[in-house]
């Protein structure tokens, strides 16, 4: 079998808009600063409101064509049946989704909300009040509401690839909006913006992880400085490309699954360990708060809060879920054949939302417990950045140096799962949707993803990457609407829907009709 030929008009457009974003901040790094915050104004200022009001049609969309009869379509044939066990499939799932954010966020979020409260809500910092709202934006950001953009790409992606056959090229998604045939030049174009979408937000994910992984070995062993800042990125890097170049079946699928049980020991050392009755009373209590509060949440555009905390917080999230979308997308629907759309909807939506509802609580409600008890005080911590919330927290638990080990080889291995799968899903994206893309270019895309990662990181830091993923997510809006689109086209046709729900004839049921009967002599 012969091997899969890169799409070279495409490939070259791609590698040289982001070859040209690596020269610009090595070689002008207060230039590339500076119209990144020119930008990012602009768009908090013009759209943000797009941002919010795309994530909650996405959630709508997925819940409603789970429920709908639309739930019963097969992503592929009739006759297909899982290719990965659940648990697998939930493993891979889950790692490439958001390993790294829960574990650089998981601490840092909640802490944040409560020591500096959403200044709209006029709230105590530090208050009770405070710590509820902490753990309710946390959910917020973290749960319903992300799963659904991966989920309704990789649904479009997994029923245009499994279903209809047209390969797993991002833009063949797109074939029913052009009446069923082939733009070459258009879905050329829908490529380019996913692979930059990619690229962006898998930096993103990789800076957070260098960030953190960076401050484990500077907590363990004094390490510091820029060059351990760029050793630490080089090394991943290395470790991914090698896996990538293993495939899904060996590399993706072991590590994602060593890092579920990974992140299963350290969430049940911090719950032993930790303030174990308060985690049990922030799990109900949390959920409940969220789920009572998320209309509002969900409503917040900027029009009566602050813009910048906005940005900072919902925006910056929702910008980077939409720009992992095509990657976490191909990559969920590439394991997710044979599955329906109830089943499927389902498990990507509760399974991650329910683990991310656990870790939150576990780790970020321990913090807050122990802060606003006076037991501890996390507030220098916090200051050196959020990177260090989490070992923060580990280090006033028993068996503290251990924990910390753990956590930073765990956000290692997220960082080496993360990426890899996005460097294989790039290799597909470029490949006119091959399963199986060539090895050197796999490598190719590890390295550079790990080269802009590392250039935004020497920009600006945590800053740098928040506005890169904004910036480059707000064309990939529109494309994820007409995505959905698409595939709300296709789906009406879809035999395995079964046949359209028929409406009653007007009039009471058993009323005669006009005509007959004793009435119907009228006229």
Same mark, same amino acid.
């Given at each position: 079998?012969?091997?899969?030929?890169?799409?070279?008009?495409?490939?070259?457009?791609?590698?040289?808009?982001?070859?040209?974003?690596?020269?610009?901040?090595?070689?002008?790094?207060?230039?590339?600063?500076?119209?990144?915050?020119?930008?990012?104004?602009?768009?908090?200022?013009?759209?943000?409101?797009?941002?919010?009001?795309?994530?909650?049609?996405?959630?709508?969309?997925?819940?409603?064509?789970?429920?709908?009869?639309?739930?019963?379509?097969?992503?592929?044939?009739?006759?297909?049946?899982? #290719?990965?066990?659940?648990?697998?499939?939930?493993?891979?799932?889950?790692?490439?989704?958001?390993?790294?954010?829960?574990?650089?966020?998981?601490?840092?979020?909640?802490?944040?909300?409560?020591?500096?409260?959403?200044?709209?809500?006029?709230?105590?910092?530090? !208050?009770?009040?405070?710590?509820?709202?902490?753990?309710?934006?946390?959910?917020?950001?973290?749960?319903?509401?992300?799963?659904?953009?991966?989920?309704? &790409?990789?649904?479009?992606? $997994?029923? !245009?690839?499994?279903?209809?056959?047209?390969?797993?090229?991002? =833009?063949?998604?797109?074939?029913?909006?052009?009446?069923?045939?082939?733009?070459?030049? /258009?879905?050329?174009?829908?490529?380019?913006?996913? +692979?930059?979408?990619?690229?962006?937000? &898998?930096?993103?994910?990789?800076?957070?992880?260098?960030?953190?992984? #960076?401050?484990?070995?500077?907590?363990?062993?004094?390490?510091?400085?820029?060059?351990?800042?760029?050793?630490?990125?080089? @090394?991943?890097?290395?470790?991914?490309?090698?896996?990538?170049?293993?495939?899904?079946?060996?590399?993706?699928?072991?590590? =994602?699954?060593?890092?579920?049980?990974? @992140? +299963?020991?350290?969430?049940?050392?911090?719950?032993?360990?930790?303030?174990?009755?308060?985690?049990?009373?922030?799990?109900?209590?949390? %959920?409940?708060?969220?789920?009572?509060?998320?209309?509002?949440?969900?409503?917040?555009?900027?029009?009566?809060?602050?813009?910048?905390?906005?940005? *900072?917080?919902?925006?910056?999230?929702?910008?980077?879920?939409?720009?992992?979308?095509?990657? /976490?997308?191909?990559?969920?629907?590439?394991?997710?054949?044979?599955?329906?759309?109830?089943?499927?909807?389902?498990?990507?939506?509760?399974?991650?939302?329910?683990?991310?509802?656990?870790?939150?609580?576990?780790?970020?409600?321990?913090?807050?417990?122990?802060?606003?008890?006076?037991?501890?005080?996390?507030?220098?911590?916090?200051?050196?950045?959020?990177? $260090?919330?989490?070992?923060?927290?580990?280090?006033? %638990?028993?068996?503290?140096?251990?924990?910390?080990?753990?956590? @930073?080889?765990?956000?290692?291995?997220?960082?080496?799962?993360? $990426?890899? =799968?996005?460097?294989? /899903?790039?290799?597909? %994206?470029?490949?006119?949707?091959?399963?199986?893309?060539?090895?050197?270019?796999?490598?190719?895309?590890?390295?550079? /993803?790990?080269?802009?990662?590392?250039?935004?990181?020497?920009?600006?830091?945590?800053?740098?990457?928040?506005?890169?993923?904004?910036?480059?997510?707000?064309?990939? +809006? *529109?494309?994820?609407?007409?995505?959905?689109?698409?595939?709300?086209?296709?789906?009406?046709?879809?035999?395995?829907?079964?046949? +359209?729900?028929?409406?009653?004839?007007?009039?009471?049921?058993?009323?005669?009709?006009?005509?007959?009967?004793?009435?119907?002599?009228?006229?």
């Amino acid at each position: 079998m012969r091997p899969p030929k890169p799409d070279l008009p495409l490939l070259s457009v791609a590698v040289g808009l982001l070859a040209a974003v690596v020269v610009w901040g090595a070689l002008f790094t207060e230039s590339l600063a500076a119209a990144g915050d020119a930008a990012l104004g602009w768009v908090l200022g013009n759209l943000g409101w797009l941002f919010v009001v795309a994530a909650d049609s996405f959630l709508v969309l997925a819940v409603a064509l789970a429920l709908s009869r639309f739930g019963r379509v097969r992503l592929g044939r009739d006759e297909d049946v899982p #290719e990965f066990g659940n648990l697998a499939w939930t493993a891979m799932m889950f790692s490439s989704g958001m390993g790294i954010g829960l574990m650089f966020y998981g601490v840092a979020e909640p802490m944040t909300h409560l020591l500096s409260p959403p200044p709209d809500l006029g709230l105590v910092r530090g !208050s009770p009040q405070a710590a509820r709202t902490a753990m309710e934006y946390a959910l917020f950001h973290w749960t319903l509401h992300p799963w659904a953009v991966y989920a309704v &790409t990789g649904m479009a992606l $997994a029923y !245009s690839t499994f279903r209809r056959g047209r390969g797993n090229r991002f =833009s063949a998604a797109f074939t029913p909006l052009f009446g069923g045939r082939s733009r070459p030049a /258009v879905g050329r174009a829908l490529d380019l913006l996913a +692979v930059l979408a990619t690229v962006f937000g &898998t930096a993103t994910s990789l800076g957070l992880g260098a960030l953190q992984v #960076e401050y484990g070995l500077n907590t363990l062993f004094g390490l510091e400085g820029r060059r351990l800042e760029v050793a630490v990125i080089v @090394a991943l890097t290395a470790a991914f490309v090698l896996s990538a170049a293993s495939g899904v079946h060996r590399g993706v699928r072991f590590l =994602s699954t060593v890092n579920v049980y990974l @992140a +299963v020991l350290l969430a049940g050392f911090i719950f032993l360990f930790g303030p174990t009755v308060a985690v049990l009373d922030l799990i109900p209590a949390s %959920l409940g708060g969220y789920l009572d509060d998320l209309l509002p949440m969900a409503s917040r555009t900027g029009a009566f809060v602050d813009k910048p905390w906005l940005g *900072a917080w919902t925006i910056f999230y929702w910008a980077w879920w939409m720009s992992w979308a095509p990657f /976490v997308g191909v990559f969920i629907a590439r394991i997710s054949k044979g599955r329906t759309i109830r089943e499927f909807v389902v498990g990507v939506l509760l399974i991650p939302s329910g683990a991310s509802l656990i870790w939150f609580s576990v780790s970020g409600g321990s913090a807050v417990w122990l802060q606003t008890s006076g037991a501890a005080d996390f507030s220098g911590k916090l200051a050196e950045g959020p990177e $260090a919330a989490l070992f923060a927290l580990l280090e006033r %638990l028993p068996l503290g140096t251990l924990a910390i080990a753990v956590a @930073a080889f765990l956000v290692a291995l997220y960082f080496v799962t993360g $990426a890899d =799968s996005a460097s294989l /899903v790039l290799g597909s %994206l470029t490949t006119g949707g091959s399963l199986h893309p060539p090895r050197p270019l796999v490598v190719m895309w590890g390295v550079l /993803v790990g080269a802009v990662a590392l250039v935004l990181l020497l920009a600006g830091g945590l800053e740098a990457l928040q506005q890169a993923t904004i910036l480059v997510a707000l064309p990939f +809006v *529109a494309v994820m609407l007409l995505l959905c689109a698409a595939l709300v086209k296709e789906l009406r046709d879809d035999p395995g829907a079964g046949p +359209v729900p028929r409406l009653r004839p007007r009039g009471l049921p058993g009323a005669p009709r006009r005509g007959g009967g004793e009435d119907g002599a009228a006229g």
